[in-house]
């Protein structure tokens, strides 16, 4: 290892974990009243599982070295819900609400102290859309999620991450040929490192022009990051660790694209400018 305060040992006398794992799932898809339903429970448990022993010295120095355990166990559901609503051709409203939650708890051990951790992941997300005769399309999308993790004994102190992504979209097509696009959203994590944001506040626009007489040609432009915020940071919880990871991003930018859509004849135009670009 390169760092003399942090180091790394291997560990030959591993052997294989046997996990027991039990699973329950429900689909549920209801075409007449545009209703969807979904769920996933998971159960898990494990022996000789693979964690990492900490010891750190006097001097700071930490050696971590893989060890098997008994006892490890994790529990996991996760939801899904989709209704659509068209009794009006012209004016289409949907919804939609989930979530995933899940705990994992395992043996901890530090300086030879054996003591129990448990993290808990409390994610959610929920939406709303409406489309006026394809005129007018708003989508508006929260997720709240909460991470936490908790220690049976006092080596540690609890540690505690929330955060939160808002994302809104607005497509207009009032104007014959033309295509605005606006994408808005909001991510924050309490778990960020000081010296860097917290929050981080995301706008993307394209304005698009359809030719041809399908409409089938599209010229677009589009600015990608129009306040020069964008940041790739996350944050995260896991056993006795909190950690934050910031990656490249990609800075403002401008594109000009043309699009040809080959459309089977009997498709039903729909002039659509929207990509993958946001």
């Known amino acids: 290892n390169s760092d003399p305060y942090f180091i790394t040992k291997g ?20 075409v007449k009243k545009n209703l969807y339903i ?39 559901i996760n939801y899904n819900i989709n209704k659509q609503y068209k009794n ?23 300086n030879n102290e054996i003591s129990r951790q448990s993290t808990y992941n409390l994610n959610s997300w ?35 991450v929330t955060s939160r992504w808002w994302d809104n979209e607005l497509v207009i097509r009032c104007i014959k040929h033309f295509i605005l696009e606006t994408d808005f959203n909001y991510d924050y994590n309490s778990g960020v490192t000081s010296g860097l944001p ?4 995301r706008w993307n626009t394209a304005i698009s022009y359809t030719a041809l007489k399908s409409e089938a040609l599209v010229f677009r432009a ?22 934050t990871t910031q990656t490249n991003a990609l800075s403002q930018y401008c594109m000009l694209t043309a699009t040809y859509n080959v459309r089977p004849m009997t498709a039903k135009k729909k002039a659509n400018g929207k990509s993958a670009l946001f």
């Open 11 to 30: 560990n030959t006398n591993l052997t294989p974990a046997k996990r027991s794992n039990f699973t329950i799932n429900y689909n549920s898809n209801d």
């Open 38 to 76: 979904s769920l996933y429970t998971n159960a898990s448990f494990t022996n000789n599982d693979v964690v990492q022993m900490i010891n750190v010295n006097s001097a700071g120095v930490q050696t971590l070295m893989p060890v098997n355990v008994n006892g490890s166990k994790s529990y996991s």
């Open 88 to 110: 009006n051709q012209k004016l289409i409203l949907s919804w939609h609400l989930g979530g995933w939650y899940g705990i994992n708890s395992s043996r901890l051990i530090f």
């Open 126 to 160: 929920m939406g709303f859309g409406i489309n006026f005769n394809d005129k007018v399309e708003f989508n508006t999308n929260l997720s709240p999620n909460f991470n936490f993790t908790r220690y049976s004994g006092g080596s540690f102190k609890d540690i505690n």
């Open 198 to 201: 917290k929050g981080i506040t």
């Open 222 to 243: 589009s600015i990608f990051d129009i306040l020069k915020t964008n940041k790739n940071i996350t944050s995260s919880a896991v056993r006795n660790t909190l950690t």
